[in-house]
């Protein structure tokens, strides 16, 4: 009796104590290391703010704020690099950092990183699941007061130059699948808008808060329109790397989670606080 109290003892412990290892080095971990993101280095008000090698502490953007506190309520510390985007997509391809945003999901992007993905049981395609997205956002075009270049949701008219977009953005893809246009991918938002505005571009797209707030901010709104018609819809996601998902597939997956929890609490004051700063 007394061998059989001891053996069944023993076994509880050891399984205690595995469990206490086990808990052990994946918070160790999660303290010990940054998890390290990359980001465009272009101000995209309200979602980046500032172009400098990081993030501003104060106001950084509503994205940023988002996925630093999904971070921090799983034990992480997010530490953020800017870069230009298609650099971005090449570090998270190298695993040299451990997700990216704000991705718009493409067949070809799953070789380079992990998306968050509906449960079998429900897709079996690898579809993104919008529950876990960062943002659904609208992408239209800026054109010139005046212009008659225009846009009717299904085809464009009277094309006298060229279409501007940044350069690695999905639609840029989506000007020459669907349109057989090439995209003018030589300026930024900011200048683009701005060629717009003094007649060198036809029209340029962008999100269309960032491209509002750009227009405003740079001084353009008598001088440029967003077309009415919307140019694309999508969802923005923060990819993660396929190395940190093949480390810790079920801590990703919680990540991705809890960050679609955090946005939906933190959206609404988001928006209306970045909305309130001058």
Same mark, same amino acid.
């Given at each position: 009796?007394?061998?059989?109290?001891?053996?069944a003892f023993i076994a509880k412990l050891i399984i205690a104590t595995s469990l206490l290892i086990s808990l052990?080095?994946?918070?160790?971990?999660?303290e010990e290391q940054p998890f390290v993101l990359c980001a465009e280095n272009q101000s995209y008000p309200? +979602?980046?703010?500032?172009? !400098? &090698?990081?993030f501003p502490v104060k106001n950084p953007g509503i994205l940023v704020e988002i996925i630093d506190a999904s971070l921090k309520q799983n034990g992480f510390k997010a530490e953020f690099i800017r870069r230009p985007w298609k650099r971005c997509l090449k570090l998270i391809e190298q695993n040299k950092v451990d997700g990216i945003f704000a991705s718009i999901h493409l067949k070809e992007r799953e070789i380079i990183g992990r998306y968050p993905y509906l449960p079998v049981r429900i897709s079996i395609s690898n579809k993104p699941d919008p529950k876990r997205r960062l943002r659904r956002v609208t992408y239209s075009l800026f054109k010139k007061k005046g212009s008659d270049f225009d846009w009717d949701g299904t085809?464009?008219?009277?094309?006298? !130059? &060229?279409?501007?977009a940044p350069i690695g953005y999905?639609?840029?893809?989506?000007?020459?699948d669907d349109h057989n246009i090439t995209a003018?991918?030589?300026?930024?938002?900011?200048?683009?808008?701005a060629h717009v505005a003094e007649g060198h571009l036809d029209a340029y797209i962008v999100e269309s808060s960032i491209g509002n707030s750009l227009v405003r901010k740079h001084?353009?709104?008598?001088?440029?329109?967003?077309?009415? !018609?919307?140019?694309? &819809? +999508?969802?923005? +996601?923060?990819?993660i790397s396929h190395q940190f998902y093949n480390r810790d597939p079920e801590m990703a997956d919680k990540i991705w989670t809890t960050l679609g929890q955090v946005r939906e609490q933190k959206i609404p004051p988001l928006i209306q606080h970045y909305n309130n700063l001058p």
């Open positions: 009796m007394n061998c059989k109290i001891t053996l052990f080095k994946t918070t160790a971990w999660a309200p +979602y980046f703010m500032g172009d !400098q &090698s990081t085809s464009f008219s009277n094309i006298k !130059q &060229s279409i501007g999905v639609v840029v893809k989506k000007l020459k003018n991918t030589r300026h930024l938002p900011a200048k683009g808008l001084g353009l709104a008598d001088k440029l329109i967003e077309i009415e !018609q919307p140019f694309a &819809s +999508y969802d923005w +996601y923060m990819m």
